[in-house]
């Protein structure tokens, strides 16, 4: 079976998925569309992955096991850039989460 490749327009790299040329195509747009989830962070990444690997400065560890149920496990999923609100204004959230001094100063 012959994989149809995908090609940049601008240029020229093969991707075997249009997912890797969506990605790659960030790059030549400067397009951020992930953003962290966290309210007082500010950051946005071109990659998902690397969105994911930031969430460690907050004291968060996403995990890819997605079948995982339980309760304290807090992940975050980057399948819609889409900045999503963690709680209500004004309001804590219902579970806080401890995060170590060496991370809490972190911008």
């Given at each position: 079976k012959k994989s149809k490749m995908h090609q940049c327009t601008v240029c020229f790299k093969?991707?075997?998925?249009?997912?890797?040329?969506?990605?790659?195509?960030?790059?030549?747009?400067?397009?951020?569309?992930?953003?962290?989830p966290i309210p007082t962070c500010?950051?946005?990444?071109?990659?998902?992955?690397?969105?994911?690997?930031?969430?460690?400065?907050?004291?968060?560890?996403?995990?890819?096991?997605?079948?995982?149920?339980?309760?304290?496990?807090f992940t975050v999923g980057f399948d819609t850039p889409l900045v999503s609100e963690v709680h209500e204004a004004g309001k804590l959230p219902s579970k806080l989460r401890w995060v170590p001094p060496s991370l809490a100063t972190r911008s």
């Open positions: 093969l991707f075997p998925r249009p997912s890797g040329l969506a990605t790659h195509m960030n790059s030549h747009s400067g397009a951020k569309p992930f953003k962290c500010t950051k946005s990444f071109a990659v998902r992955s690397n969105a994911k690997r930031h969430l460690r400065t907050h004291g968060i560890f996403p995990t890819a096991d997605h079948a995982s149920t339980s309760p304290s496990q």
